[in-house]
């Protein structure tokens, strides 16, 4: 059996179908469905039976995939130490964070990457996800929670300072409780963070106007006079179509932390990233 038939195989297992399973390896469908052919001719078993909810394992699934999983651990191990003892600060870089941090935080450092080691190539992934380092989904990721996984360096880079903002268009003159105000908000899987919660205490006869889990989007229609938004200051005050609003008290911050894979920690291009950032970024 080759590796890449069982990597499709537990592609299929943990998305359930074919599709999921070409869209999680970033392959065509049919490949997916020739690659899984192959495996259950070799095998001389059906590794999957389709029911109204999607593929599922047969017993004879049940049985190797256990044993896939263990091959895939070791596979990725061997990817990781072979990546992690490159002796030249070239190649692709790939980098997990949120868009605004990517465009107002990280740009000037991947601006000075480039420039110090123009043979690197950064790959940004912008978004929300908690990409799987383990699995080399990202080589170094930057986000708001610490890293619960095993095996991941990490450390806090740095408390980035928030704001509360309105449009720089028209003057702000909310009610006593916040009445005739439109909130702009985090989506409602992520109600729960600090800012959200704070801005809705803030103005309790406010409304809810508009929801993203992306502060780059909140700005724009903040910017449009939809309603006020609590935005991390490195965005929010680069924006001239924004104005900060006083408070007596200021938003919570947020902790950055930075992250990668321990078997990583010798890569020179990420080194270089990680030591930039932490020059660049890191308390003074």
Same mark, same amino acid.
């Given at each position: 059996?080759?590796? !890449?038939?069982?990597?499709?195989? /537990?592609?299929?297992?943990? #998305?359930?179908? /074919? ?37 599922? %394992?047969?017993?004879?699934? *049940?049985?190797? @995939?256990? $044993? ?7 596979? $990725? ?6 990546? #992690? ?15 605004? @941090? ?8 991947? &601006? ?29 990721? @930057? ?16 408390? %980035? ?18 009445? &005739? ?5 985090? !989506? ?5 963070? +600090? ?8 103005? +309790? &006869?406010?409304?809810?106007? @508009? ?20 935005? +991390?200051?490195?965005? &929010? ?11 007596? *008290?200021?938003?919570?911050?947020? =902790? ?18 990680? =030591?930039?950032? =932490?020059?660049?970024? #890191?308390?003074?």
């Amino acid at each position: 059996m080759e590796w !890449n038939d069982l990597r499709v195989f /537990l592609a299929i297992a943990r #998305g359930g179908s /074919l599709g999921a399973a070409a869209k999680l390896l970033g392959v065509s469908h049919p490949t997916v469905g020739r690659r899984l052919h192959v495996l259950e001719q070799a095998g001389g078993e059906v590794f999957f039976r389709r029911t109204a909810s999607g593929l599922v %394992l047969t017993d004879s699934g *049940e049985r190797i @995939f256990a $044993l896939a999983e263990d091959m895939e651990r070791s596979a $990725l191990t061997i990817e990781r130490r072979i990546a #992690g003892e490159s002796d030249q600060p070239e190649g692709l870089l790939r980098i997990s964070s949120a868009d605004w @941090f990517a465009s107002y935080v990280l740009g000037p450092v991947l &601006g000075e990457l480039i420039k110090r080691h123009p043979l690197i190539v950064p790959e940004v992934i912008p978004g929300h996800r908690l990409f799987d380092l383990t699995r080399r989904e990202a080589d170094i990721a @930057f986000r708001i929670v610490p890293f619960t996984e095993p095996d991941i360096v990490q450390r806090r880079l740095v408390t %980035l300072s928030y704001g509360l903002y309105a449009s720089a268009r028209a003057p702000f003159l909310p009610g006593a409780e916040g009445e &005739g105000v439109g909130l702009i908000t985090m !989506n409602t899987a992520q109600a729960h963070y +600090p800012d959200v919660l704070w801005l809705h205490a803030r103005y +309790p &006869g406010a409304r809810t106007a @508009f929801t993203s889990s992306s502060r780059t989007v909140q700005a724009q229609m903040c910017a449009q006079g939809l309603g006020v938004a609590v935005l +991390p200051r490195a965005l &929010g005050d680069q924006l001239p179509a924004l104005q900060r609003l006083d408070t007596d *008290e200021p938003p919570p911050g947020r =902790d950055i932390w930075m992250g990668y894979h321990h078997d990583m920690r010798q890569m020179d291009r990420l080194r270089a990233l990680a =030591d930039l950032a =932490d020059e660049m970024i #890191g308390p003074a």
